[in-house]
């Protein structure tokens, strides 16, 4: 198994020999290691060969962020020589070709470098030189981040500036991010970062930069956490400035309202802190009232008045002013109302005028053709009548025989139909006169017998 194990390398070494390709004899999972200050931090190497089947001799050595290089081990498979100052700081471990840095400190930073010479057994002579370099950074782990604002009262809108800071009491390398209701904020034109984001400038302040402002801090070995939250009061306005009415029609600037009416108007703007309100007749360009409600009574007003309402922000010295008309005029007994509500009553008056058409043919029809007195007709025919079949005409003669009668009724000669109040009288005279069908009814049963008497 051995002598195959030896055979294999062999073969390889002559063809990377032969195709001039440079192997890789050693391997390091990571060429940066971020260590914490007071921990070891181990520099693991990896060796892609048997040992046994070469000789290896290779130091470790140390650059600072100064520039000074330190050799700190020089070491063979069966020994290992250490730095008499870095003696109790480095762990060599032969034949093992990692490197232990024990209880880091700032100093430990910078580039440790792997030099490595492999002399095979079996190719006595040919060295091959393996390097590899590794950065070490030694961080401190970040502590709870404090924020602060400048100035600490509340701001005014386009006239004044805000700078946040965030700060930790340990760490290094740390990193800053900023978070404005916990969305994290951005370099805009008016958003100022400093390099490591620990400094935030808001210039100008405008009324969308109010809201609760946290920073959260983290380097690469820790995340220090949130800061507590801070909340940023700016005064601005008025915004939006709009008068309105729950009464009356309105269309665009103009207020329609029915003589004798009492209406109230309501003046509201966006703005903080609130605004003081002032309201003003424009054709005797008097003040009327002041706050945000206005009460008028139709009855002290002529055909047609102007009003304005002006809003005005004590802090931001600002103002924005809203005028209307209002006209008094006869809007009926019906009260405008919304799109929905018409629609609403238009179908509630359909219904009642398509109930009202069919109530009042029903009367017309219970008029013309008394109902009670058709049926009370066929309800008084005779029952013979009633029950005979349906006779064609040429069933059997011998049914039609027997004595006629022919019947007038006085008064009635003249009438072709019978309609239903004809029939209703036959009912009073069935009494005194018989029918043809009363004679067909006495027809004998034996018509032979009644032709021989």
Not at 288 to 317: D, H, I, M
């Amino acid at each position: 198994m051995e002598a195959t194990g030896r055979t294999a390398l062999y073969v390889c070494s002559v063809l990377f020999t032969l195709t001039e390709i440079s192997s890789e004899y050693i391997h390091m999972p990571s060429l940066v290691h971020h260590g914490i200050e007071g921990n070891p931090l181990f520099l693991f190497v990896e060796t892609l060969f048997p040992l046994e089947d070469a000789e290896i001799q290779g130091t470790w050595s140390h650059m600072k962020l100064s520039g000074t290089r330190t050799t700190l081990v020089t070491f063979t498979k069966e020994t290992a020589i250490t730095d008499m100052i870095y003696r109790n700081r480095v762990l060599f471990r032969e034949p093992n070709i990692s490197l232990l840095i024990q209880n880091l400190s700032q100093g430990d930073e910078g580039t440790y470098h792997l030099s490595l010479n492999i002399e095979f057994h079996n190719k006595t002579g040919q060295v091959i030189k393996e390097e590899r370099s590794v950065n070490v950074t030694v961080d401190v782990p970040v502590s709870t981040p404090v924020i602060a604002k400048r100035p600490t009262h509340a701001v005014v809108e386009d006239k004044a500036n805000v700078t946040w800071t965030c700060s930790v009491g340990k760490g290094t390398r740390v990193v800053f991010r900023w978070l404005r209701d916990n969305v994290s904020l951005v370099p805009s034109e008016r958003y100022h970062f400093s390099r490591d984001n620990s400094t935030l400038l808001i210039s100008p302040v405008k009324k969308g930069d109010k809201g609760s402002y946290r920073c959260v801090a983290s380097n690469p070995v820790s995340r220090g956490g949130d800061s507590r939250t801070l909340d940023l009061n700016v005064y601005y306005g008025p915004y939006n400035l709009e008068v309105s009415s729950v009464q009356g029609l309105r269309t665009g600037e103009v207020f329609t309202i029915n003589p004798g009416e009492r209406v109230f108007f309501k003046c509201q703007a966006d703005s903080n802190p609130p605004n003081s309100y002032v309201w003003i007749s424009k054709n005797t360009t008097q003040v009327v009232t002041k706050g945000p409600w206005l009460e008028v009574r139709s009855y002290k007003l002529a055909q047609a008045e102007q009003y304005l309402c002006r809003a005005f922000n004590n802090v931001t010295q600002k103002q924005d002013e809203a005028q209307f008309t209002l006209v008094v005029a006869s809007l009926g007994t019906e009260k405008h109302i919304q799109a929905g509500e018409s629609v609403s009553h238009l179908a509630v008056i359909t219904v009642c005028s398509l109930f009202v058409i069919g109530c009042m043919l029903l009367f017309f029809l219970r008029r013309n053709c008394h109902p009670k007195r058709v049926l009370m007709c066929i309800y008084n025919r005779p029952f013979t009548e009633q029950k005979r079949p349906h006779r064609s005409g040429h069933e059997d003669a011998t049914e039609d025989f027997g004595i006629y009668e022919f019947v007038s009724i006085p008064g009635k000669s003249e009438s072709a139909q019978a309609s239903c109040r004809s029939l209703a009288r036959l009912e009073s005279i069935q009494d005194i006169h018989t029918t043809i069908y009363d004679v067909i009814r006495h027809v004998p049963e034996t018509p032979s017998q009644s032709l021989l008497k």
